[in-house]
């Protein structure tokens, strides 16, 4: 019985590892719509995140299996019910990248007047937050969950500079007001994603320590 447990916890891991990988490419592909100058990228973000939601779904049902159908021990609880909290984040952070996406495409209908390389630092820094909190939890490395957590403030003040210097923009150009509204909302989603990276982190921590981090 056992074996049969740990093999599908194994199977569990592997099915968060595919998510997480979809939500990785997601985020390096709405970064280079930021930065192309065709909408081909935007579209393929919006498409790659709608596989998602069936992963997600598969995944839930596999931890209310392993709940209902085995005995699992306190650290198997600890990474079963890890696995349904990431499992949320995840999800939402391909919404987020759909969401970027789809405004990146009106954003290409629009001049562009303004630069998007802090946006695709933010978009970039997000995206390695996110692959590192996996790292942290495939291998179940604290440390390295620790590291995502401090990343999160990096990511912080660049939304802070984004969005003040947009907020210039609107006051100084109304004509502009527009796209700058747009891109504080695209920031805004960037600091979102980061903000589940760290949630991912923090769960990273609780399946080897049980201890839940606020």
């Known amino acids: 019985m056992r074996k049969t447990f740990d093999a599908e916890l194994q199977e569990l891991n592997y099915e968060m590892i595919d998510m997480a990988a979809a939500a990785e490419d997601a985020i390096d ?5 930021l930065a192309s100058a065709d909408d081909t990228a935007a579209k393929n973000a919006i498409e790659m995140t709608r596989s998602m939601d069936q992963m997600e779904r598969d995944i839930e049902n596999r931890c209310l299996r392993l709940l209902l159908q085995q005995q699992p021990v306190a650290r198997d ?10 499992v949320t984040d ?3 952070i391909g919404d987020q990248c759909s969401n970027i996406a789809e405004i990146s495409l009106l954003l290409k209908e629009q001049k562009q007047t303004r630069t998007l390389a802090d946006i ?15 790292f942290a ?3 179940r490395d604290t440390d ?13 003040e660049l939304f802070r500079t984004i969005k ?6 609107i006051v ?3 004509e502009e007001a527009d796209q700058a509204i747009d891109l504080i909302i695209i920031a805004k989603y960037l600091e979102r994603i980061a903000d589940h990276a760290v949630n991912i982190a923090q769960w990273a921590i609780f399946c080897v320590t049980g201890e839940i981090l606020g």
């Open 29 to 33: 592909v709405v970064t280079e719509s």
């Open 77 to 86: 609880l600890r990474t079963i019910s890890a696995a349904m909290k990431m």
């Open 90 to 92: 995840l999800q939402r």
């Open 120 to 134: 695709r630092t933010m978009s970039q820094k997000a995206g390695v937050m996110v692959k590192r909190a996996i």
């Open 137 to 139: 939890y495939v291998n």
């Open 144 to 156: 390295a969950a620790r590291a995502v957590i401090s990343l999160d403030d990096e990511v912080d």
């Open 164 to 169: 003040g210097e947009l907020v210039e923009l």
């Open 172 to 174: 100084g150009n109304r």
